[in-house]
């Protein structure tokens, strides 16, 4: 069973940056697909970043030049550095993943079969 359990959150002021780790078991020396996704109370949820086994990325446009995603395919530890963070990006984070073949890297929650609990991201102006 592949199980997700995200770190890093915290609290910043604008402008400030953090990095948020994703350790995944059961997924090493597996075709995958893994991704960041945000909630925030009253909006829906919404897709970040993405990467696949081979390295193909993704960004929502909002966060392009700002948030970098990687992955350590040797334990399949997902990370997303963010920096010159905004109020804006104030939402508990969510790493998801899927064991699939594939180049590409989706942002649609329904193309991921695995989800972590969250971590908190808040950013104060």
């Known amino acids: 069973l592949v199980q997700l359990v995200e770190s890093g959150g915290g609290s910043v002021q604008t402008g400030g940056s953090l990095r948020l780790s994703c350790a995944a078991s059961e997924l090493t020396n597996r075709p995958n697909r893994m991704a960041w996704f945000r909630h925030t109370l009253g909006k829906e949820r919404e897709g970040v970043a993405a990467?696949?086994?081979?390295?193909?990325?993704k960004y929502d446009e909002p966060v392009k030049g700002r948030f970098t995603i990687s992955k350590d395919n040797a334990d399949d530890t997902l990370y997303l550095e963010m920096r010159s963070l905004k109020p804006e990006d104030t939402a508990t984070y969510y790493c998801a993943a899927r064991d699939v073949r594939t180049t590409f890297a989706s942002l649609n929650s329904e193309d991921y079969t695995y989800w972590g609990q969250g971590t908190q991201v808040t950013v104060s102006s």
């Open positions: 990467i696949t086994s081979v390295g193909n990325t």
